[in-house]
């Protein structure tokens, strides 16, 4: 029994990485029907993976609504949005004459499930998102302070990239356009780059720990 | 309390504001300066631009509602381009809450251009699992979406003949706000299947993919509301991010501008609080 | 031409949830509150719905009763082995559905990133340094503004290295390895410095984007709704703020 609990799965790993791995230097008809084939069914468990991902949140609200916990009422509007979206979208358009299948528009028609898309989700969305630009000036009045060489550096390049990027600053200063171009092209360049090969290096032996079952934290679930 | 320690305290509700007049104004009253056209963006264009016509163009609208603001406009602008030059585009999105947007972008500059669905273009809509979906299609276009959005089965339309998966691609451009984005094109994508590569991002996500820019690994990017703004200007039809350009130049000098401020009362504290410990010894 | 009624209606439901969560600038306050649960709520429907539409009906059932793919059995039933994670007595078994998808995730993922992240990024570092090994004749380039310079490779390669080093945190970064540490901190402040710049344009962006959509929903065939909207919502917080005695707002 330990053996299916424990063993098992890390076998199931280890194949199947070392699978994968290979697959990407055979070039055989066979090899590339089975990367065909399995990562069709990578989009199948993707799906179910989004459901795992939902559910807890139900969990959460649901637990706030039942015990009356303070602003349970916010929980209770949060469930009739969802309740009405899911409703709109896989219910039938009376308007119509079919069922919504998910569809924003039908025959260039907008049905509910996409007004409440265009009208709720989009602005919603948007404004939340929208609000950070506040956030993050008030954060650079406060904090942007020069305490060191360092900061002073970075304080000048953003000030720089800043201006460079908005006609308003190329026009009055044409110099800032180019630099911060520089900026960009090479001194950033370089830097992410020297990132993103040190990242890759990390995700690479992180794979690789994870193939021969050094890192076990995915599994999860269940005792041991 | 000092002057410079009253300032630096002061409530966040008057920069809020402040920003918010800088951001609603220049809207309001336009001005339409010039704007500069960088090599980032002009490869995408000219790269379009050298496509013959009945190639395919693979446009793939990978953001959320969150940014619509910088990544729509690039969507209007390259779909626009696309159709003018008769090229055979198959938009899609990888992003599950971007699909309503790209169904909208995607049916209204199609009707623009006089295009028609199936012949002119086809939009695939989403499916789920990033980069399998993108290692998917580079097997077998079919196989990842045996139909389009609206449920016409994709293996006879006539804007995908010939096409059997992304090796048939001529140009992709990946319009993205994250992760899958245009990194998950190029690892999944270009890097076995090799079709040329172009990117749209947004602002927060630009600098890092500066590196793929250089290596050749993307042949453009068209970075934030900035770059649409650009793409508006190559192809000679204004839309909303050149609109929104003044609106830009104005809250950047803002910014600026505070953290001059914060820093001329910083420093002026510090030099205070120095003396004060001069004087006291 | 008049505007249908539906899109009348939903300029003023999408001004009125725009100003209610603008409201949360000036105090977190109920009008917020529902427009946050309401995100989510729709947000959470609308995955849902696309979700079931594309991998039961489009991916699943369809594939296997119409055109009897019966295959597809397998990926469900790792997806089922998936969700046993709710249920504590049988939570092991979606041990083999984690197991699975991480083990093809991850050897997927191998080949593909030392390919595109690792060897071509090293590769682009270090060719351009061939072109000023004298061949014909050396040609130093020292134009700045293009970035495929010579001038420009030497410093792309500098940055590259002293970053690594800087993050190599194995051996001690003193001596002459200080001096790259703290050249590499100097391209790593740049570049910090760059991309703070372009998440202010990023943001202030998404603010102007929104603005430019209650300017549009401010038009009278959509009957104003930005003007009354806002009314209504800055008389609902004054009336709130008034029942709640005027608390000090957050100075954070």
Not at chain 1, 148 to 170: D, F, K, T, Y
Not at chain 1, 202 to 219: D, P, Q, T
Request: one cysteine or more.
């Amino acid at each position: 029994m330990i053996f299916l609990r424990r063993q098992m799965p890390l076998l199931i790993t280890l194949v199947t990485g070392l699978i994968f791995a290979a697959q990407y230097y055979v070039p055989h008809p066979a090899s590339e029907q089975l990367l065909t084939s399995v990562t069709k069914w990578l989009q199948i468990i993707g799906g179910f993976a989004l459901v795992l991902g939902v559910s807890s949140l139900f969990h959460v609200h649901a637990v706030k609504i039942r015990r009356k916990e303070a602003g349970w009422g916010y929980s209770v509007v949060l469930y009739v949005g969802m309740f009405i979206t899911i409703v709109a979208g896989l219910g039938y358009s009376f308007n119509l004459g079919q069922w919504v299948s998910g569809k924003e528009q039908i025959n260039g028609a907008m049905t509910t499930f996409g007004w409440i898309y265009s009208y709720m989700m989009v602005p919603l969305q948007g404004t939340m998102f929208a609000i950070l630009a506040f956030f993050i000036a008030s954060a650079a009045y406060r904090s942007f302070r020069a305490r060191s060489r360092e900061a002073a550096v970075l304080l000048v390049a953003a000030v720089i990239v800043m201006m460079g990027r908005v006609p308003l600053g190329e026009y009055v200063l044409p110099l800032s356009g180019d630099v911060s171009q520089w900026i960009l092209n090479v001194l950033n360049a370089s830097v992410r780059r020297a990132i993103l090969i040190g990242v890759s290096l990390g995700v690479v032996a992180l794979s690789f720990k994870i193939i021969f079952g050094l890192e076990r934290s995915y599994l999860g679930g269940g005792k041991e | 309390m000092s002057f410079a320690e009253r300032m630096l305290k002061i409530d966040r509700r008057i920069i809020f504001l402040i920003i918010g007049l800088c951001t609603l104004l220049p809207l309001l009253y336009p001005v339409g300066l010039p704007i500069k056209i960088s090599q980032e963006v002009r490869s995408v264009y000219d790269y379009i631009e050298s496509l013959p016509e009945e190639s395919v163009f693979l446009l793939s609208l990978d953001f959320d509602p969150a940014s619509k603001p910088e990544l729509h406009p690039q969507a209007i602008a390259l779909l626009r381009h696309a159709f003018r030059k008769n090229l055979r585009v198959i938009v899609m999105t990888l992003w599950v809450s971007g699909t309503g947007m790209a169904d909208q972008v995607v049916s209204q500059v199609a009707h623009e251009m006089g295009k028609a669905s199936g012949e002119g273009y086809v939009f695939l809509g989403w499916s789920p699992g990033a980069g399998s979906v993108i290692i998917n299609m580079g097997q077998d276009l079919y196989t990842t979406f045996p139909t389009d959005y609206y449920g016409k089965p994709t293996k006879n339309l006539a804007v995908l003949k010939g096409v059997q998966n992304l090796r048939d691609v001529n140009y992709a451009v990946s319009l993205a706000a994250g992760n899958p984005g245009v990194e998950a094109w190029y690892l999944y994508g270009k890097d076995k299947y090799k079709f040329e590569l172009g990117g749209g991002c947004t602002g927060v996500i630009a600098p890092g993919l500066y590196p793929l820019l250089r290596s050749g690994q993307i042949n453009g990017l068209i970075g934030g509301l900035r770059g649409a703004a650009e793409y508006e200007s190559l192809i000679n039809q204004k839309g909303r991010a050149i609109a929104g350009m003044d609106a830009q130049s104005v809250t950047h000098v803002a910014i600026i501008v505070l953290v001059m401020m914060c820093n001329v009362f910083y420093l002026s504290m510090r030099k205070a609080s120095q003396q004060q410990g001069q004087a006291r010894l | 031409m008049s505007l249908p009624l539906e899109t009348i209606l939903g300029g003023w439901v999408a001004t009125g949830l725009t100003l209610f969560i603008l409201s949360f600038l000036y105090r977190d306050n109920p009008l917020f509150k529902v427009a946050e649960h309401l995100y989510v709520g729709v947000s959470v429907g609308y995955t849902i719905v696309k979700t079931f539409d594309t991998v039961i009906i489009r991916l699943i059932y369809e594939p296997m009763v119409k055109q009897g793919d019966w295959l597809l059995l397998i990926p469900v039933t790792i997806g089922m082995l998936m969700l046993t994670r709710y249920v504590s007595k049988a939570a092991w078994l979606s041990r083999y559905a984690f197991a699975f998808i991480v083990g093809v995730g991850s050897g997927l993922a191998i080949p593909r990133v030392i390919s595109s992240y690792i060897l071509k990024q090293i590769e682009d570092t270090v060719r351009p340094l061939m072109m000023l090994v004298p061949g014909e004749g050396l040609s130093f380039t020292w134009n700045l503004l293009n970035p495929a310079s010579s001038v420009n490779t030497i410093i792309i390669l500098l940055g590259v290295s002293s970053v690594l080093f800087y993050f190599f945190f194995s051996v001690e970064h003193t001596g002459p390895g200080k001096a790259v540490a703290r050249m590499g901190i100097l391209f790593l402040m740049i570049s910090f410095g760059a991309a703070f710049g372009y998440t202010v344009m990023a943001r202030m962006s998404l603010l102007i984007g929104r603005l430019t959509d209650l300017i549009e929903f401010s038009d009278p065939s959509y009957g104003r709704p930005t003007i009354w909207l806002l009314l209504l919502t800055i008389g609902t917080m004054i009336f709130l703020s008034r029942r709640t005695h005027g608390e000090p707002p957050d100075e954070r």
